[in-house]
């Protein structure tokens, strides 16, 4: 008897193995990769289901299960990581009036419930110390964080300083760091600009921002934060509600969209009404949370291993719609690439119209087996950028369009749709590719368009339009005929007078002062992005060493594999690049890295460095750099392996036992600074 239960039980066992990799993996990916794979509703109902197996079969407990830990963001290198004083937990979902009940039920008869707006962000810990900001940690694994204070000062909202008389000596307050929904946009637009992935929604941008090295970059792109949540020992307030407005008195911005609920009606009326005003608020929400109100009712409650029993979110179900999928065009991008595009019949979804999504590339079409005339679903789930999930039943007489797809298979264009040169698919790439790199019109704007964004030759003046304009007057073709242009030849266009066309020459001249690095990544060679490109520059600091670098030199680069390493190669094969790039020479572009560029000396070659404390001659940053410019690398925590502490004054008290036990060196400011002399 006992095999044959055993036997019975083997599908579930193992389905339970496998929940537990899938839910590892999805956190991995959303966490650390900023990728997510799986619908916040995928991923609960798969968590729901490996809880369930778990307690079908308790033999297989495992403490390390996704079911016992939070994910975790942690690993990012250059922050300190941090343990936290208090977990820091998430919450136990519902989508539902009666999983509301269920809940509410279990509460103490007449709990007061606050109800607040569930920012989808990232949380973030402040600590407070003598109403000084010490640390901002993220959530990391639940138990431990990295701080990235100094990206977090970048907030306008969040004060670094409290002077009051009334505060705790220490307290906490956590909340939600966010990206507001117009600097998204305009972040993505940049991106496209640029070349580079989009990030799917104003999340995963607040997290890949959050983790910057730069905080100049982060201050830019322009977080915002809401507080939630104070913790602390000895503060004011018996409410959760209190604490939130004590909190506001002292300067912390906190939502206005707090309120106290006295019964699961009022908080449906809640839900109800901000089901739809969300959308008009300047960041994204995805649902809303409930918390007990009564502190000492919440202590009563008490956690589970996961989530407090005082609180839940309910999270707003993600919006679908059937639309027509009029058309599919076809966009060639600056490398060749040919994304297809569905035209949509316009339909509303989380608040905007939606008429247009990527279809990424045949095979993703090939996946869903769709076809112009086709009724497909679109998404919006999470505030993510609109996507097409599905189609309806073509036989379905309310759902497909015959006269449109009658009998036609779709197939993916074999010609180039803008310059018609057959197109070319590279073994293991999904995508097809017009070969007419000097001739095909969007290609050629494309790559002007990159070679002037700011990131690369930063040429003010010369925007899309314009350039588009250039190239069908005939003045540009390709990125040396802009060192050409002559005053006259610009101010002749319509629409630019002598005046712009004078700033648009001065921006060319400016342009002759970037340094190489650069000018390696505005050549826009496939492949080599921003950082790549960098890294190439501090091995190869000058254009005729890299020109006759070898695949497997270029693949001994940090970061540079064989691919990259191909298509560099490549460039240098092809004469009318080679020609371009003298012409640009000639013209007086920067072709060899500037000491600063790569390291000054090879001083600190080989050591790990640590940066702790504060400094009077040079910020953090600048000693970093120094570090950087003489061969070493600053690391974020005192390992075994750190040669030496560069260590000012007020450094942290964990470091220096740390460091004492480890007989690591310290470093004084004046000590470090002689030495770099
Ligand atoms: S309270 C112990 N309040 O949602 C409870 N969390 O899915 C602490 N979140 O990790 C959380 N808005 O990052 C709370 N008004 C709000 C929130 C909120 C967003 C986030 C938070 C948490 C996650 C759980």
Same mark, same amino acid.
């Given at each position: 008897?006992?095999?044959l239960?055993?036997?019975?039980e083997?599908?579930?066992?193992?389905?339970l193995k496998?929940?537990?990799?899938e839910?590892?993996?999805a956190?991995?990916?959303? #966490?650390?990769l900023?990728?997510?794979t799986?619908s /916040?509703?995928?991923f /609960?109902?798969k968590?729901?289901?490996l809880q369930?197996l778990?307690a079908?079969?308790?033999?297989l407990?495992?403490?390390k299960?996704?079911t016992?830990h939070?994910?975790?963001?942690?690993?990012k290198k250059?922050?300190e990581?941090?343990?936290?004083k #208090?977990?820091?937990?998430?919450?136990a979902? %519902?989508?539902?009036?009666e999983?509301?009940e269920?809940w *509410?039920?279990?509460? =103490?008869?007449n709990?007061?419930?606050v109800?607040e707006?569930?920012? @989808?962000?990232l949380s973030?810990?402040?600590?407070?110390e003598?109403g000084v900001?010490?640390k901002a940690l993220?959530?990391? /694994?639940?138990?431990?964080?990295d701080d *990235?204070?100094?990206n977090?000062?970048?907030i =306008? %909202?969040? =004060?670094?300083r409290i002077d009051?008389a009334d505060i705790?000596d220490f307290?906490e307050l956590r909340?939600?760091v966010?990206?507001?929904w117009?600097?998204f946009?305009?972040?993505?637009?940049?991106?496209?600009e +640029?070349?580079?992935p989009?990030?799917a929604n104003?999340?995963?941008a607040?997290?890949?921002t959050?983790k910057? +090295?730069?905080?100049k970059?982060?201050?830019?792109?322009g977080l915002?934060?809401?507080?939630y949540?104070m913790?602390?020992d000895?503060? =004011?307030?018996?409410?959760h509600?209190?604490r939130?407005?004590?909190?506001k008195e002292?300067?912390?911005h906190?939502?206005?969209?707090?309120?106290v609920?006295?019964?699961v009606?009022?908080?449906m009326?809640?839900i109800?009404?901000?089901?739809?005003?969300?959308?008009?608020?300047? *960041?994204?929400t995805?649902?809303i949370?409930?918390?007990v109100?009564?502190?000492?009712?919440?202590?009563?409650?008490g956690?589970?291993?996961?989530t407090p029993?005082?609180?839940i979110a309910?999270k707003?179900?993600?919006?679908?719609?059937l639309t027509l999928?009029k058309e599919?065009?076809y966009?060639?991008?600056?490398?060749g690439?040919v994304?297809?595009v569905?035209n949509?019949?316009?339909? +509303?979804? %989380?608040?905007?119209?939606v008429?247009r999504?990527?279809?990424h590339?045949?095979?993703?079409?090939?996946?869903?087996d769709?076809?112009p005339?086709d009724r497909?679903?679109?998404e919006?789930?999470?505030?993510i !950028?609109p996507?097409?999930?599905?189609? &309806?039943d073509?036989n379905?007489e309310?759902?497909a369009t015959?006269?449109?797809?009658?009998?036609?298979?779709?197939?993916?264009p074999?010609v180039?749709p803008?310059?018609?040169t057959?197109?070319v698919?590279?073994?293991?790439?999904?995508?097809?590719?017009?070969?007419?790199?000097?001739g095909?019109p969007?290609?050629?704007?494309?790559?002007?368009?990159?070679f002037?964004?700011?990131?690369?030759?930063n040429i003010?003046?010369?925007?899309e339009?314009t350039i588009?304009?250039?190239?069908q007057?005939g003045?540009?073709h390709n990125?040396a005929d802009?060192?050409?242009?002559k005053l006259?030849? !610009?101010a002749?266009q319509?629409r630019?007078?002598?005046k %712009? &066309?004078?700033?648009i020459?001065?921006g060319?001249e400016?342009s002759?002062?970037v340094?190489w690095?650069r000018?390696l990544?505005?050549?826009?060679?496939?492949?080599?992005?921003?950082t790549? &490109?960098?890294k190439i520059?501090?091995? #190869?600091?000058? !254009?005729?060493?890299l020109q006759?670098a070898?695949?497997e030199q270029l693949c001994?680069?940090?970061?540079?594999g064989? +691919?990259?390493?191909?298509?560099?190669?490549a460039?240098?094969?092809?004469?009318?690049?080679l020609?371009i790039l003298?012409r640009?020479?000639? &013209?007086?572009l920067q072709f060899e890295g500037?000491?600063?560029?790569?390291p000054q000396?090879?001083?600190?070659a080989?050591?790990?460095?640590v940066?702790?404390g504060?400094f009077?001659?040079h910020?953090? @940053?600048e000693?970093?750099a120094?570090i950087?410019?003489n061969?070493?690398k600053?690391v974020g925590?005192v390992s075994?392996k750190t040669?030496?502490?560069?260590a000012?004054?007020n450094?942290?008290?964990e470091?220096?036992?740390?460091?004492e036990?480890l007989?690591?060196?310290l470093?004084t400011e004046?000590?470090?600074?002689?030495?770099?002399?």
């Amino acid at each position: 008897m006992m095999d044959l239960f055993s036997e019975i039980e083997e599908p579930e066992r193992e389905e339970l193995k496998r929940l537990r990799k899938e839910l590892e993996e999805a956190n991995y990916k959303y #966490y650390v990769l900023n990728m997510p794979t799986l619908s /916040d509703r995928e991923f /609960d109902e798969k968590m729901h289901r490996l809880q369930a197996l778990e307690a079908q079969f308790p033999d297989l407990f495992d403490p390390k299960s996704p079911t016992q830990h939070v994910g975790s963001d942690l690993g990012k290198k250059g922050f300190e990581t941090v343990r936290h004083k #208090y977990p820091m937990l998430s919450l136990a979902n %519902s989508y539902s009036r009666e999983e509301i009940e269920d809940w *509410v039920r279990k509460l =103490p008869p007449n709990a007061e419930i606050v109800c607040e707006l569930k920012f @989808d962000g990232l949380s973030i810990s402040l600590w407070y110390e003598h109403g000084v900001l010490v640390k901002a940690l993220t959530r990391g /694994d639940g138990v431990q964080g990295d701080d *990235v204070i100094a990206n977090i000062k970048t907030i =306008p %909202s969040i =004060p670094w300083r409290i002077d009051r008389a009334d505060i705790p000596d220490f307290f906490e307050l956590r909340g939600e760091v966010l990206l507001p929904w117009e600097r998204f946009e305009a972040l993505n637009k940049e991106r496209e600009e +640029q070349e580079e992935p989009l990030f799917a929604n104003p999340r995963n941008a607040a997290s890949g921002t959050l983790k910057l +090295q730069d905080p100049k970059e982060v201050a830019r792109r322009g977080l915002e934060a809401y507080l939630y949540y104070m913790l602390g020992d000895n503060l =004011p307030g018996t409410t959760h509600y209190e604490r939130l407005e004590t909190a506001k008195e002292w300067g912390f911005h906190i939502s206005d969209a707090i309120k106290v609920c006295k019964n699961v009606d009022e908080v449906m009326a809640y839900i109800a009404y901000w089901d739809t005003e969300r959308k008009n608020l300047p *960041v994204a929400t995805d649902g809303i949370v409930l918390k007990v109100n009564n502190l000492a009712q919440q202590e009563e409650l008490g956690f589970t291993a996961k989530t407090p029993r005082w609180a839940i979110a309910y999270k707003f179900p993600a919006e679908k719609q059937l639309t027509l999928l009029k058309e599919i065009t076809y966009q060639v991008g600056r490398t060749g690439v040919v994304t297809p595009v569905a035209n949509l019949e316009p339909v +509303q979804l %989380s608040g905007t119209i939606v008429q247009r999504a990527t279809l990424h590339n045949e095979d993703f079409i090939k996946s869903l087996d769709i076809r112009p005339g086709d009724r497909v679903w679109v998404e919006k789930g999470g505030e993510i !950028i609109p996507k097409i999930v599905g189609r &309806a039943d073509r036989n379905d007489e309310m759902s497909a369009t015959p006269s449109l797809n009658d009998g036609m298979m779709y197939s993916f264009p074999d010609v180039c749709p803008e310059c018609g040169t057959p197109l070319v698919r590279v073994e293991g790439e999904a995508a097809w590719r017009c070969p007419n790199e000097a001739g095909c019109p969007p290609q050629i704007k494309g790559k002007i368009e990159h070679f002037v964004s700011r990131k690369a030759m930063n040429i003010d003046g010369l925007g899309e339009e314009t350039i588009d304009l250039f190239y069908q007057k005939g003045l540009l073709h390709n990125i040396a005929d802009i060192y050409d242009m002559k005053l006259e030849d !610009i101010a002749a266009q319509e629409r630019l007078g002598e005046k %712009s &066309a004078q700033n648009i020459l001065a921006g060319i001249e400016a342009s002759k002062q970037v340094p190489w690095a650069r000018v390696l990544f505005a050549l826009g060679i496939r492949m080599v992005g921003e950082t790549t &490109a960098k890294k190439i520059a501090r091995v #190869y600091n000058t !254009i005729d060493t890299l020109q006759w670098a070898t695949v497997e030199q270029l693949c001994a680069i940090e970061d540079v594999g064989p +691919q990259i390493a191909e298509n560099i190669v490549a460039y240098f094969n092809d004469m009318r690049n080679l020609e371009i790039l003298e012409r640009l020479r000639q &013209a007086g572009l920067q072709f060899e890295g500037e000491a600063a560029e790569g390291p000054q000396s090879d001083k600190l070659a080989g050591m790990s460095i640590v940066i702790s404390g504060t400094f009077a001659h040079h910020s953090r @940053d600048e000693y970093k750099a120094m570090i950087e410019a003489n061969g070493g690398k600053n690391v974020g925590s005192v390992s075994k392996k750190t040669s030496f502490i560069l260590a000012g004054e007020n450094m942290g008290p964990e470091k220096r036992k740390k460091a004492e036990d480890l007989g690591i060196p310290l470093k004084t400011e004046e000590e470090f600074l002689e030495m770099m002399n």
